[in-house]
């Protein structure tokens, strides 16, 4: 046992931070902002059970004996918490930060959103390659599961994602780091361990890189999923033909 559960990290590292965004960040009064959050925790619960699950099988990381009291399938209790905080966490960190997310003419236009997509999907296919390599096999299961989700997303909104790149940069560079830091501490104490079979051995400052790949990853996945929700229902408020029955304000 490692000393520290994992209901017991969640009480010291993640309830913490989400406590003080309930009460001195920006409550996301706004219909869209609130739907979105939901969603996106919702998306994310559903995405990441059966592949957590099956790496978890798969001997890709485990936890200290005694320190999870309950699972389901595979998961102790305390990693679908983290399914549903995280998205929550970094959710109310963007509304926070209030971005931007009107629509412009020329937030279509062709050429970011192929280049960024294709880039998105070639991270997409390095992975699937990794996951022939048992020691890229962590890896390789990160970047096949979500960069083809992100290339969709550029897909959708990369002209928006190039106009307003800064915002989303620090929307999703504040929730990684600190993520980055208790996950170091966790791994530190036991709560979970890394397999070395399957992961490259690579470290950023004590931290394995495919942990250090998988909380920026899923951070994008997060931000861009809110950002562009809002960019949506904005566009389609502006061009209700373009969609369909035009939006409320309400929504806005």
């Not at 997509?117 to 390789?140: K, Q, R």
């Not at 992961?199 to 931000?223: Q, Y």
């Amino acid at each position: 046992m490692s000393g520290l559960s994992y209901a017991g990290f969640h009480v010291l590292f993640t309830l913490p931070p989400l406590a003080y965004l309930f009460v001195f960040g920006t409550t996301p009064t706004r219909r869209v902002a609130r739907v979105g959050i939901i969603l996106m925790t919702v998306v994310a619960v559903i995405y990441t059970t059966p592949w957590d699950n099956y790496l978890i099988q798969r001997g890709v990381w485990w936890y200290g004996p005694g320190d999870i009291f309950a699972r389901i399938w595979k998961a102790p209790v305390g990693e679908y918490l983290f399914f549903i905080l995280q998205p929550i966490l970094t959710g109310l960190w963007v509304t926070t930060l209030t971005p931007d997310a009107t629509y412009r003419n020329g937030d279509f236009d062709r050429r970011p959103r192929t280049l960024g997509a294709l880039v998105w999907l070639g991270f997409g296919i390095i992975g699937t390659v990794l996951l022939t390599v048992e020691s890229g096999f962590y890896l390789g299961a990160i970047l096949a599961w979500a960069c083809p989700v992100v290339a969709l997303q550029w897909a959708v909104g990369g002209g928006y994602l190039t106009r307003r790149w800064r915002e989303w940069s620090l929307a999703i560079a504040i929730p990684t780091v600190y993520l980055w830091m208790i996950d170091s501490i966790a791994i530190a104490l036991g709560v979970w361990t890394i397999s070395d079979q399957y992961s490259t051995g690579i470290n950023l400052l004590g931290l394995p890189i495919e942990e250090a790949v998988f909380f920026l990853i899923t951070n994008i996945l997060i931000v861009y999923g809110l950002i562009l929700f809002e960019w949506i229902i904005d566009y389609w408020y502006h061009h209700p033909d373009a969609i369909g029955p035009e939006v409320s304000r309400e929504w806005l």
